[in-house]
């Protein structure tokens, strides 16, 4: 089972504060970074998303993809341009669905990745990845952990007497 570091926790009480989270966080990210999103309807996790996105200096509009699942933009990152894709996986009925789409082409490539409604990736996300869960705390309240999912170490191999 992956583990979670303890992360950071934060607390924003507007939208825009949301947005300066999300790209506080996008001026941290690297190629091939994988961030998955968790929260109920409503918990901020678009806005979000478009902060980082404005950190990574993406000039279209960031919406959520609900009906096409995977909105792709290009973005910079240190200069450099750097494809960065947005998923919703909102309306899957299942990982088979992700499936299909060939997720790993995206995961482990080196362009950024926003999942939003990961929880409903099942197993196809990368084992190292970062989980940012959002809670609805009122109606322009909002906490926002973020935390490294890393795999666990592997066990080492049982020691052995030789025979003399």
Known sequence: MARQDGGQVLVTRSAEQTQEAGAAL??????????????????????????ICAALEVQDYVSSPTFILINEYAGRLRGAVIPVYHFDLYRLAGPGELEDLGPDEYFYGQGICLVEWAE?????????HREVRLDYLGPHERRIRVSAVTPPHPAPPPRRERDV
């Open 26 to 51: 996008g001026r941290q990210l690297a190629a091939g970074d994988v961030l998955a999103f968790i929260g109920e309807l409503g918990t901020g996790k678009t806005c979000m998303i478009q902060g």
């Open 120 to 128: 409903r990736a099942g197993g196809l996300l990368p084992p190292r």
